[in-house]
Protein backbone atom coordinates (compact mmCIF):
# COMPACT_ATOMS: atom_id res chain seq x y z
CA UNK A 1 0.00 0.00 0.00
CA UNK A 2 3.02 2.44 0.49
CA UNK A 3 5.48 2.39 -2.08
CA UNK A 4 8.93 4.19 -1.82
CA UNK A 5 10.78 6.07 -5.02
CA UNK A 6 14.30 6.64 -3.99
CA UNK A 7 16.76 9.14 -6.29
CA UNK A 8 20.24 11.00 -6.09
CA UNK A 9 22.73 7.51 -6.37
CA UNK A 10 25.61 7.34 -8.70
CA UNK A 11 28.79 7.25 -9.40
CA UNK A 12 31.37 9.70 -7.22
CA UNK A 13 35.05 9.78 -6.77
CA UNK A 14 36.30 9.72 -3.26
CA UNK A 15 35.71 12.75 -1.51
CA UNK A 16 32.53 13.58 -3.39
CA UNK A 17 29.31 14.16 -2.63
CA UNK A 18 25.94 12.86 -3.24
CA UNK A 19 22.35 13.27 -1.86
CA UNK A 20 19.90 10.27 -1.75
CA UNK A 21 16.22 10.67 -1.37
CA UNK A 22 12.92 8.70 -0.64
CA UNK A 23 9.96 9.67 -0.88
CA UNK A 24 6.97 7.85 0.33
CA UNK A 25 3.03 7.48 -1.59
CA UNK A 26 0.07 5.64 -0.79
CA UNK A 27 -2.52 6.22 1.89
CA UNK A 28 -0.24 7.26 4.49
CA UNK A 29 -1.46 8.54 7.94
CA UNK A 30 1.55 8.91 9.60
CA UNK A 31 5.18 7.73 9.87
CA UNK A 32 7.31 7.64 12.59
CA UNK A 33 10.89 6.21 11.91
CA UNK A 34 12.92 6.95 8.99
CA UNK A 35 16.08 5.22 7.79
CA UNK A 36 18.85 4.59 5.10
CA UNK A 37 20.86 1.10 4.73
CA UNK A 38 23.13 -0.24 2.87
CA UNK A 39 23.47 -4.07 1.78
CA UNK A 40 26.76 -5.99 -0.12
CA UNK A 41 26.44 -9.30 -1.80
CA UNK A 42 26.23 -12.31 0.72
CA UNK A 43 26.23 -9.74 3.46
CA UNK A 44 23.61 -8.80 6.00
CA UNK A 45 22.04 -5.57 5.38
CA UNK A 46 23.60 -2.76 7.80
CA UNK A 47 22.23 0.19 9.20
CA UNK A 48 23.70 3.76 8.04
CA UNK A 49 21.26 5.96 9.52
CA UNK A 50 17.85 6.32 10.91
CA UNK A 51 15.87 9.00 12.43
CA UNK A 52 12.47 9.21 14.12
CA UNK A 53 9.33 11.95 14.55
CA UNK A 54 11.01 14.08 16.41
CA UNK A 55 14.11 14.20 14.47
CA UNK A 56 16.23 12.00 16.79
CA UNK A 57 19.16 10.45 14.57
CA UNK A 58 21.25 7.48 15.01
CA UNK A 59 24.34 6.52 12.77
CA UNK A 60 26.67 4.09 12.22
CA UNK A 61 29.81 4.41 13.09
CA UNK A 62 31.39 4.28 9.76
CA UNK A 63 29.30 6.95 8.72
CA UNK A 64 29.43 9.14 11.53
CA UNK A 65 30.55 13.00 10.38
CA UNK A 66 30.32 12.02 6.83
CA UNK A 67 26.28 11.16 6.53
CA UNK A 68 23.90 13.38 7.36
CA UNK A 69 20.12 12.30 7.75
CA UNK A 70 17.22 14.45 7.55
CA UNK A 71 13.52 14.58 6.58
CA UNK A 72 10.59 16.32 5.11
CA UNK A 73 7.16 15.60 7.17
CA UNK A 74 5.48 17.57 5.02
CA UNK A 75 6.57 15.68 1.30
CA UNK A 76 7.08 12.38 3.34
CA UNK A 77 10.81 11.97 2.62
CA UNK A 78 13.71 10.97 4.05
CA UNK A 79 17.64 12.71 2.66
CA UNK A 80 20.62 11.14 3.28
CA UNK A 81 23.22 13.66 2.88
CA UNK A 82 27.00 12.23 2.13
CA UNK A 83 30.59 13.71 2.30
CA UNK A 84 33.18 12.37 2.34
CA UNK A 85 32.82 9.32 -0.11
CA UNK A 86 35.13 6.74 0.28
CA UNK A 87 35.29 3.34 -1.83
CA UNK A 88 34.09 0.84 0.86
CA UNK A 89 31.00 2.99 0.95
CA UNK A 90 30.50 2.02 -2.35
CA UNK A 91 26.87 -0.56 -1.68
CA UNK A 92 23.14 -0.73 -2.82
CA UNK A 93 21.44 1.88 -0.46
CA UNK A 94 17.75 1.29 1.05
CA UNK A 95 15.45 3.36 2.70
CA UNK A 96 13.14 2.39 5.04
CA UNK A 97 9.48 3.88 6.32
CA UNK A 98 7.67 2.86 9.29
CA UNK A 99 4.11 4.62 9.98
CA UNK A 100 0.16 3.72 9.72
CA UNK A 101 -1.48 3.62 6.40
CA UNK A 102 -5.39 4.02 6.33
CA UNK A 103 -6.87 0.98 5.53
CA UNK A 104 -10.90 1.41 4.80
CA UNK A 105 -13.25 2.42 7.63
CA UNK A 106 -13.30 -1.06 8.78
CA UNK A 107 -9.70 -1.85 9.49
CA UNK A 108 -8.86 1.90 10.06
CA UNK A 109 -4.79 2.67 10.27
CA UNK A 110 -2.82 -0.79 9.78
CA UNK A 111 1.39 -0.47 10.67
CA UNK A 112 3.47 -0.38 7.71
CA UNK A 113 7.10 -1.07 7.09
CA UNK A 114 7.83 -0.56 3.59
CA UNK A 115 11.32 -0.82 2.03
CA UNK A 116 12.87 0.44 -1.22
CA UNK A 117 14.01 -1.07 -4.23
CA UNK A 118 17.80 0.39 -3.54
CA UNK A 119 19.89 2.70 -5.50
CA UNK A 120 23.60 1.74 -6.01
CA UNK A 121 26.38 4.67 -4.86
CA UNK A 122 29.86 4.03 -6.10
CA UNK A 123 32.59 5.86 -4.88
CA UNK A 124 35.78 5.23 -7.19
CA UNK A 125 38.44 6.81 -8.98
Known amino acids: QVQLEESGGGLVQPGGSLRLSCAAS????????MGWYRQDPWKPRELIAT???????NYADSVKGRFTISRDNAKNSVYLQMNGLKPEDTSVYYC???????????????????WGRGIQVTASS
Open 96 to 114: NVQGYYFRDYLSGHIPFDS
Open 26 to 33: GPISWIND
Open 51 to 57: ITKSNST
